[in-house]
């Protein structure tokens, strides 16, 4: 791809915003469209077009598979802790509402770090998925 | 301290499944295979005794249930536990933790030394969703948890170390997905019809809209999916391939259980959901099971029989054993679901006992076909043992728990005025022994083939395992109150107030 100038060019510019359009989806989930899933998804999507276009060497060296590897599990376990988190608090399972004084409080954190949780994850697999397959014939 | 095994037991319908959940990112985090197999385990052994602890509660207190995130149902996810799943939790658990207690020396032989904690991961999150298919009380819940198992089971049978292995597990994974496909396209036509997930709220609202066609066409998707999911004739196609190219430890687990959950959730959807007056009364479904659970009896066992490979026959003689389930399921009375659950836990321990004990036979020949079985029965005599105990109960010989089985079966049969059903299932038992004979006609009447008369017996970690679960299938046909107390006090529970 090294004489592709133009495609350079342009997924360099675009690569930051297609992030930050993966955050305000992940963040303004809760009160729009969106969530974790769509989020990981759109945020893995920036790594995978730097790939296609800059190497598979280059984006492993910004994405160590071995991190990437760990975040899928770090997600769940970000997501099962909250869950968690609520039964110390005394409530059951996933309950948000303990998790803060006020409940209303406490139900935007919760959604707020189990959609985080998703999506760590989800970004994680997608990259991985990518790895997998871009890595084949090696 | 009182207070804080109060809240304990009030949270163990979610603990059942979160602890296992919890322990398969960290058995990925972990990174070396013993740190992976010692968290698996300790998840394996919580789950057990959380499942002892239902069952005892459910048994002894009536049925529990657990408002997930504190959200009331039927807007909420519901878990409900009654003596019917607590029984399929006690089992999955169990056979899971026996299973893992063989795995260390088996996986270190058959999987790859890089991969060996990813297969702890799988491992341990199919058995999350086991558990969760059982424990939930929420129809789509029951979908979700049939994906995490169901992908994880495609991932542990992919890591089977020959290149069929791959072929089986993605044949498994196209015919699992159309399985899980009609069974969300039924769920979702009852969510449309009634506009509720939650089963107790369906079972509320069904009956006034039961004449409607969207009913009963969902009714037929979801008996369909579950009967791929159950590997019910004629949808057990991919099962053979699955369970013969499986890493022994994935084989045994899976085998004792998959397939079990789904005849489970069979149950659930049929007699709590959809009602015995609909399935058996609106709709033919007592003669759709019927006819093909006998012909699924006859043409497993009958094909068992051919089989050069000893996991592909015991696959096959699977597919007769969930025949003989679906047999009783098809018979609708107290007395039939009470034989069927009694037989999904009986022959879960069969079948992890051989499953087990193919284990150990590859552990050192490094084959399961049956001409290499020739002479173990003087070189492995323990496993020999485990091998013929299971076969036995497997033929349904008496003191075993296979015995008790049929001798429930039969009753069932006889109850419901179907005595050409005795003698149909005595028939497919003679073809079981058929089977059964050519391995220990292989293992004990034929010598050992030249360069391998040094093969000794399987090391203690897998034999240990292997022989408790062969000891339970005496035990419980000794000793048989767990599994018919349960049973009978979860048919009647699913029956309550119905025919």
């Known amino acids: ?138 | 301290m009182s207070g804080l095994i109060g809240d304990l037991l009030a949270h163990l319908p979610a603990l059942q499944v979160v602890v296992p959940l919890a322990a398969a990112p960290l058995c990925l985090l972990a990174g070396r295979a013993g740190l992976a197999w010692i968290i698996a385990f300790t998840a394996a052994v919580a789950a057990t005794a959380t499942a002892a602890a239902l069952a005892y509660l459910t048994f002894h207190n009536g049925t529990i249930s657990y408002h997930m995130g504190g959200w009331a149902p039927p807007w909420g996810i519901e878990y409900v536990v009654d003596t019917a799943n607590a029984l399929i939790l006690l089992l999955v658990s169990a056979i899971a933790t026996v299973v893992l207690a063989f795995c260390p020396a088996s996986v270190a032989r058959e999987i790859r030394p890089g991969s060996q904690h990813l297969f702890y991961c799988m491992f341990i999150l199919c058995l999350t969703g086991l558990l969760g298919i059982a424990v939930t009380g929420d129809a789509f819940n029951v979908f979700v948890f049939l994906e995490i198992s169901s992908l994880s089971s495609y991932a542990l049978i992919a890591m089977g170390g020959h290149r069929k292995a791959l072929t089986a597990a993605f044949q498994y994974l196209i015919m699992g997905t159309i399985g899980a496909t009609f069974f969300l396209i039924g769920v979702g036509l009852l969510y449309m019809m009634t506009g509720t997930l939650n089963m107790a709220d369906l079972q509320a609202r069904i009956p006034a809209i039961q004449d409607s066609r969207p009913v009963a066409a969902a009714m037929a998707f979801i008996t369909v999916g579950l009967a791929l999911k159950a590997a019910l004739f004629p949808l057990h196609l991919w099962l053979p391939n699955a369970y013969a190219s499986a890493p022994s430890a994935v084989s045994a687990f899976i085998a004792a259980t998959a397939t079990k959950v789904s005849l489970y959730v069979l149950l659930r959807f049929t007699f709590t959901i959809f009602g015995a007056n609909f399935a058996f009364l609106n709709l033919p479904l007592h003669w759709v099971l019927l006819v093909l659970a006998v012909i699924a009896m006859f043409a497993g066992s009958f094909s068992a029989i051919f089989q050069r490979d000893v996991k592909r026959m015991l696959a096959y003689s699977s597919i007769a054993q969930i025949g003989y389930i679906t047999l009783a399921i098809s018979l609708a009375s107290s007395a039939g679901i009470s034989a069927a659950l009694i037989h999904i836990f009986n022959h879960g321990l069969m079948k992890a006992a051989l499953f087990c004990a193919m284990g150990c036979i590859f552990y050192r020949i490094g084959s399961t076909r049956i001409e290499h079985f020739a002479g173990l029965g003087r070189q492995m005599p323990w496993t020999m043992t485990a091998i013929v105990a299971a076969g036995l109960s497997l033929l349904g010989v008496p003191l075993t728990a296979g015995f008790i089985s049929k001798w429930y079966l039969v009753q069932a049969a006889l109850q419901a005025d179907l005595w050409w059903l005795v003698i149909l299932i005595a028939a497919s038992s003679l073809l079981a022994l058929v089977y059964v004979w050519r391995l220990v006609e292989a293992m004990y009447f034929k010598a050992p083939p030249a360069g391998r008369e040094d093969v000794g017996e399987a090391p203690l970690s897998m034999l240990l395992p292997t022989l408790l679960l062969a000891g339970l299938n005496i035990y419980f046909g000794l000793d048989t109150r767990l599994p018919v107390a349960m049973a009978e006090s979860a048919a009647a529970l699913l029956l309550r107030g119905q025919m």
Do not use: C, W
């Open chain 1, 1 to 138: 791809m090294r004489h592709h100038r133009v495609l350079r060019i342009i997924s360099k510019l675009l690569i930051p915003f297609i992030m930050l359009f993966a955050l305000y989806v992940q963040f303004h989930g809760d009160f729009g469209p969106g969530g974790g899933f769509q989020a990981g998804v759109i945020f893995a999507s920036a790594f995978i077009l730097y790939g296609l276009i800059f190497g598979l060497e280059n984006v492993r060296k910004v994405a160590p598979p071995a991190v990437v590897t760990r975040l899928i599990a770090a997600g769940v376990l970000l997501y099962a802790g909250t869950g968690y988190a609520g039964l110390f608090g005394g409530g059951n399972f996933l309950d948000y509402s303990v998790l803060r004084a006020d409940p209303v409080a406490g139900q935007h954190l919760g959604i707020m770090v189990i959609e985080f949780g998703v999506g760590t994850t989800v970004a994680a697999t997608m990259i991985t998925i990518f790895f997998l397959f871009a890595g084949r014939d090696r």
